[in-house]
């Protein structure tokens, strides 16, 4: 059972990471491009809540290296977010389960908001800052989205009956 608990989250955050990827912007207009919520981030924070001794820290730093290759990033620079943010969760996890849906999508728009600052932190140092106001966007979108992304991903737990 360890080992499929461990494959289906890898799993969903893979997939995750697999819809960040496609791109939208052939078919869609840029503006709304930018509603694009950020699913690799809500994927992790939905884990490390819901099974705290299973995702974590390395997860996190896992999946951040695996998404800059995939996005094209700097090495390390999803990957150090990812672990902010990953540590933020588990230091509060137990007063999270306690927070509604709609709780929790607020703290994931700060996240995500996090996300974001770290993310044109590291851009600014390396002087390839592309940050504009539209960015902004998937804060909301990733916060209106979260209750969706809890409830697919509770079902599918529960489903499979991961511990």
Known sequence: MNIATNVSI???????????II???????A???????????????????ALPHRAGVILAWVSGIIMDVLVGNFLGQFGCTFVIISYFVLKFYQRLRMFSVWQQAILVGGLVILHQGLSSIFEYIFDVSSWSAWNLLSVLSSALIWPL????LRSFRRSLRLT
Do not use: H, Q
């Open 10 to 20: 890898f799993f969903t955050i893979f997939f995750a990471m697999i819809l960040e």
């Open 23 to 29: 791109p939208f912007s052939e078919v869609l207009p």
């Open 31 to 49: 503006e709304i491009g930018f509603l694009r919520p950020d699913l690799v981030i809500m994927t992790l924070v939905y884990w490390t809540i």
């Open 149 to 152: 992304v809890f409830l697919l």
